[in-house]
């Protein structure tokens, strides 16, 4: 039997990836230090993983940015606007891709499936692809001489590849797969001749709903690939769900086949079980979870694997691994010091679930009895946490009924207009303000205890302060305090509300060298005391304008947190709902009348599988509608959504019932609004006319034409005019500056409002 792994987490222990790549993009450190920083990561990580004792252990899959874009990069799909000329790609030209530059704006980025981490969208307009330089072929090699490993080169297969690129018309598939098809095997020969034995392929789109078509093409693809490398050892790998046409995808003519039995509800196994798999491959078996951090029910997984054992028959062709790539959690639980010992017990990151894929083919084969150390121990650790009264709240298993305002919208939109008063075509921000080195310093301290709890209030204060003037001056009309006070829009909830843990060191990627430290959900969430009404109270406090006040809604915060695996997901989600609902009334008592409550998650959470949307839709908005729904006809509620495909789920948008929902229109030109015209959407909309995510200040030319297109399909009075997205990672001198330009835009649009309606 063999061990594998799919994937590793890039960002360092200690965020050194992160580190180095900032250095270089500040032009701290030389080209030459960069590729010599990365090298040494990348080699440390792979020893690290040999040292766990994985027996195939992936390469390829560490990048200076993101894995799309090296693949991306390596077929030469590089758009025009860079002025790519041929040879080897420069790491300029890279960097530009990923974040644009003088010239030319960034190419889009958009979620991984439904995890939190973003990936650069391939753009294949006018495009021929051809490998620029065989990138694996060099990572393996180096694998091989420097450290004596044998990699498996991993690559995203030519199905999902396309699936995730824009920018062709849908009657090109074929032509397009065919093109893709010539590369790849171009790309798996020379890996062949430079005596590679395991390639990995990842198809998740695989686990997608996949039509009848697609499933030949992809049939026809990995013929092709067959027929030009027959020697290579290739691995289909799919996870994140069930695979979809299972018959098929096991029948197509390669080597092996990844499934993922950890969120794959159970489908995967009932399938090969019912159905059996081939005895000529192997099935690579992901049996640790790849996106959560608990420490597997060792028993429980021995129980899975018998399972799997009696349908593949002989050992050899068994894999044990990860259900996914590492990626998607923190390196290691050895440096998290301060974390409750019961807690950190049951705790497993990448490095640890490395060890538990070990010890599971360990145990397999040997002694499972009761008394076995490794397996004692790890029920005695599920016995501690039971123990400590964390979890007691009984499941429940009723099913929800309805919650709703008391009165609908068309009742309490006149009541707000009269109460607020606000000009038509209102103007406002997403919440946060920029998150300086300095404002960032300033918390290192206090948590270091260098600068007491109350000059770290203070300060704070002066922020926002300052930003409370600044906003006046450029003259919005609803205010933010500024979420100077926030690590992180989720995190920051997570170390004020009780079942949560926070850590040290837990980072996650998220995109480029931005990242995450989820909290733990570990037991019941509860409100412990209001969390955020001081500073919007203290900002309310120095202006005459509203402020808005500014909470993360309960969607978000589970699927950005790491979750306790005991209880359905629902079932969280209306705990944490319970408690911001108590945020809200403490905002509403202390007189904060406006409240958005962020869900930039709600649409990433949405089931691979659109067989699961509803069930999936009917709990996120009822957690909603649960935190949001019991305020006065008078407050108004705001949410924000900053990606932008809601076609499919407007029903569900609707239903969250919030007086107004700031969107992204500006990357998407205003293709968005057509969803809410044809759909009926009544409700406040406020237009994202700005990208955030890049540092170029827009012309008012640019917003004025995502408002004028706006106002052509949608009546005025439901429109806000607001930036996309927080404004957390751009500079003061570029925020300051787009939002005047913004209010200009909002205030000749309402002149031009004026006229032709008098
Ligand atoms: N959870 C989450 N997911 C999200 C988003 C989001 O806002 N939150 N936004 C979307 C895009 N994703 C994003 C993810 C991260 C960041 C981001 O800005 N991350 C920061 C870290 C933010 C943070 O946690 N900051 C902490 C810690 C900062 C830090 O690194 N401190 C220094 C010390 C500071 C100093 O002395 O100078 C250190 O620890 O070394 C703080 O402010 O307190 C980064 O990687 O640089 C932005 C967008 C989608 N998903
Ligand atoms: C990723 S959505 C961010 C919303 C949050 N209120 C902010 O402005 O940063
Ligand atoms: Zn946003």
Known sequence: MTTSSLGYPRIGEQREWKKALEAYWSNSISEDDLHA????????????????????????????????????VMFG??????????????????????????????CEMTKWYNTNYHYIVPELQDMTPTVTENRLVTLYKEAKDELGIEGKPVLIGPYSFLKLAKHYDLSQTEDWLKQLTVVYSQVLRELEEAGVLWVQLDEPSLVTNVTDE????????????HADVPNLQIIVQTYFDAVENYDQVVELPVAGIGLDFVHDGGKNLHAIQTKGFPGDKVLAAGVIDGRNIWKAKVVDKLA????????????????????????HTPVTVQNEPELDSVLKRALSFADEKLIE???????????????????????QLFKDIEATGWRKQEPDTEAFSEVSRTASYEQRRPKQLEKWNLPILPTTTIGSFPQTKEVRRLRAQVKKGSITEEDYKTQINDYISTWIKHQEEIGLDVLVHGEFERNDMVEFFGERLEGFAFTKNAWVQSYGSRGVKPPIIYGDVRFKQPMTVEETVYAQSLTSKPVKGMLTGPVTILNWSFERDDLPKFQVAFQIAEAIKEEVSALENAGIEMIQIDEPALREGLPLKEQDWKT???????????????????????????????QDIIDAIRALDADVISIETSR???????????????????LGVYDIHSPRVP???????????????????RFWVNPDCGLKTRKEEETIAALKLMVNAAKHARKQVATTSS
Request: a negative charge.
């Open 77 to 106: 799909l590089i758009p025009k606007r860079y002025d790519y000329s041929g040879g080897p790609v420069s790491i300029d030209t890279y960097f530009a891709m990923a974040r644009g530059n003088a010239k030319a704006p960034a």
């Open 37 to 72: 920083q990365l090298k040494e990561i990348r080699l440390n990580h792979l020893r690290k993983q040999k040292r766990a004792g994985i027996d195939v252990i992936p390469v390829g899959d560490f990048t200076y940015y993101d894995h799309i874009l090296d693949a991306s």
């Open 668 to 686: 998407s030109q205003g293709d968005i609004l057509s969803t809410f015209e044809e759909n009926t959407y009544e409700l406040g909309i406020g």
């Open 699 to 717: 012309s008012e030319e640019e917003m004025s034409t995502i408002l004028n297109r706006a106002l052509k399909v949608l009546p005025v009075e």
């Open 304 to 327: 899975l694997l018998e399972q799997v054992k009696q349908v593949v028959k002989t050992p050899e062709k068994l894999w044990i691994q990860p259900s996914s790539s590492l990626l």
């Open 214 to 225: 697609e499933m030949a093409y992809v049939k026809d693809i990995y013929e092709t690939l």
């Open 357 to 379: 894929v070990v010890t599971l083919k360990e145990l397999l084969y040997s002694d499972q009895s009761a008394d076995h150390t490794a397996i004692r121990e790890n029920q």
């Open 616 to 646: 999936y839709l009917d709990w996120a908005v009822h957690a909603f509608r649960l935190s949001s729904s019991h305020v006065q006809d008078t407050t108004q509620i705001h949410t924000h959504m900053c990606y932008s495909e809601f």
